[in-house]
């Protein structure tokens, strides 16, 4: 299975700055199809895992423009430009190119 | 709107069974390749099961760790997927999501816990 690794595991920010994630795989993500299936999801508390981003950097209907994905191959990043109190909980990167479906052990995001 | 709704979960004790349903709303669920993902305290998120739709063969996969001991299965007129879960250990022990995604969709359910315990 390709293991997901995520930095940093804890990220306190200021509310209204910057917070970047960082996922790397073991293996490249990219598909036969010329697809990389690398996506982010957002876990507030006590909620179930909220689709962000797909394909690499694919924001899904509903997500503000504040949060983008970049990356290619093995590495990639999930920006949030300007943190809001509502984005506090966990995120997680996720990887559909080989199946199974593997996740990333989690970053928690919290405000300073 | 989709929804995806799980029932199910409990506390039970290692060793016992049972099984978990997600019903379905909102999309072509005969259509679908539905998976569970669970949430554990030890391993965070881990996909559990999948199984595709039966124009595809309706084919089921299973993570190792749950192999022989978890059954996925659909019923299309209910539009409705189900974990039957045997053998239960405290592993096991965690939130468990019915999820399906496609190109540009990826949708969840809210979540049925379960509990291993004596």
């Known amino acids: 299975d390709i293991v997901m690794t995520q930095t940093p595991l804890s990220s306190p920010v200021t509310l209204g700055q910057p917070a970047s994630i960082s996922c790397r795989s073991s293996?490249?993500?990219?598909?036969?199809?010329?697809?990389?299936?690398l996506s982010w999801l957002q876990q507030r508390p006590g909620q179930p895992p909220r689709p962000l981003i797909y394909?690499?950097?694919n924001r899904f209907s509903g997500v503000p423009d504040r949060f983008s994905g970049s990356g290619t191959g093995t590495d990639f990043t999930l920006k949030i430009s300007r943190v809001e109190a509502e984005d506090v909980g966990v995120y997680y990167c996720?990887?559909?190119?080989?199946?199974?479906?593997?996740f990333g052990q989690g970053t928690k995001v919290e405000i300073k | 709107e989709v929804q995806l709704v799980e029932s199910g979960g409990d506390l039970v004790k290692p060793g016992g069974s049972l099984r978990l349903s997600c019903a379905a709303s909102?999309?072509?669920?005969?259509?679908?390749?539905m998976n569970w993902v669970r949430h554990t305290p030890d391993k965070g998120l881990e996909w559990v099961a999948r199984?595709?739709?039966?124009?595809?063969?309706?084919?089921?996969e299973y993570a190792e760790p749950v192999k022989g001991r978890l059954i996925i299965s659909r019923d299309d007129s209910k539009n409705t997927v189900y974990l039957q879960m045997n053998s239960l250990k405290s592993e096991d022990t965690g939130v468990y999501y019915c999820?399906?995604?496609?190109?540009?969709?990826?949708?969840w359910g809210q979540g049925t816990l379960v509990t291993v315990s004596s």
């Open positions: 999820t399906t995604a496609g190109g540009t969709y990826h949708y």
């Open positions: 909102g999309f072509t669920f005969s259509n679908a390749w």
């Open positions: 199984i595709k739709r039966e124009a595809d063969g309706g084919t089921t």
């Open positions: 293996q490249s993500l990219v598909h036969s199809d010329g697809n990389t299936y």
């Open positions: 394909k690499i950097s």
């Open positions: 996720m990887q559909a190119t080989q199946f199974p479906w593997t």
